[in-house]
């Protein structure tokens, strides 16, 4: 059974139709707040000779991309620490970068727990407040189709670390902490005030587009020409004989944002207009229909 359909199992048993998205919205008396959680494990998500000082900046960022992707602003954090006995000598480095994370994003930590554990993880609960909750399943036909920035550096960056290289050009070092250090964009009054659904790309373009299709029952165009890339990445693909727009399809960890308007926005540096939303199902690459690559937790390649 794959992740995906474990999610279904246990949304069956729960019998919760607000399960489903990557945050939950919960109402406060004349606010509403929205609530999420992620994890980084060790072996999983990062690997033990990754370069440990951005560690807890990424696992705040993560959750605040779930969060600015609904339209919200983080407010509140609560750490799990998962801590081997061999490196407990880590934590100074990792509620640093965590607390720069913090004073970046104005949120702030209120709490947490810290268990002995075989391999090092953080886990994140982050509370968020919102004038309109965004999900996945509103998006309509005639809606425009937007990205708030470049895609597939974070898997060049990631593949450049696993090569455990002694020297990286500038334009690698780039890649690699934008790997290591993902900078969530939060326009979350754009988000909220224009959006109709939306998703952070975390597990990648070709994935992650499908939550808005199949939730909001419609088909997706997108063209290949409007999704954008950066020049390292560009530079990464030449120098090492990689197709760049396939990393910037399928790489996952970018934290962009993918939504849908009713409006066609103006398109600047944080927005790009990639395509549009089409009665039918499914989702197309230039008139293409395109697999769901999802990444998946438990899959056994």
């Not at 705040?60 to 954090?77: L, R």
């Not at 189709?145 to 990286?168: C, D, F, Q």
Request: aromatic share 8%; hydrophobic share 35%.
């Amino acid at each position: 059974m794959n992740e995906f359909k474990l999610i279904d199992k246990i949304k069956t048993i729960l019998k919760n139709r607000v399960i489903g998205d990557d945050t939950a919205p919960i109402i406060v008396g004349n606010k509403t707040l929205i609530v999420t959680n992620d994890i980084l494990l060790e072996g999983q998500h990062f690997l033990d000779y990754f370069p440990i000082d951005n560690l807890g900046w990424k696992a705040i960022s993560v959750n605040v991309s779930d969060i600015a992707a609904s339209g919200g602003k983080p407010k509140y954090a609560l750490i799990s620490l998962l801590l081997p006995k061999s490196k407990t000598h880590l934590v100074k480095k990792i509620y640093r970068s965590i607390d720069k994370a913090c004073r970046y994003y104005h949120c702030q930590v209120i709490g947490g727990n810290i268990t002995q554990s075989g391999k090092l993880g953080i886990d994140v609960f982050m509370i968020g407040e919102t004038k309109k909750f965004v999900g996945r399943r509103n998006a309509k036909p005639g809606d425009f189709v937007y990205l708030t920035g470049p895609i597939g550096n974070s898997k060049a960056g990631l593949e450049l670390l696993m090569m455990k290289k002694n020297h990286y050009e500038v334009f690698e070092k780039k890649l690699i902490e934008r790997h290591l250090k993902p900078t969530i964009n939060i326009n979350s009054s754009e988000i909220s005030q224009n959006s109709t659904a939306s998703v952070d790309i975390s597990d990648g373009l070709s994935s992650d587009i499908f939550h808005i299709a199949n939730m909001s029952n419609v088909r997706i165009d997108i063209n290949s020409n409007k999704i954008p890339t950066t020049k390292e990445l560009k530079m990464f693909g030449k120098k090492y004989k990689k197709n760049s727009f396939d990393y910037g399809l399928i790489g996952g960890e970018d934290y962009q944002i993918l939504f849908t308007s009713r409006k066609k926005l103006k398109e600047n540096r944080n927005l790009y207009l990639i395509g549009k939303v089409n009665p039918g199902k499914n989702v197309y690459l230039d008139g293409k229909k395109i697999k769901n690559k999802s990444f998946d937790h438990f899959s056994s390649s």
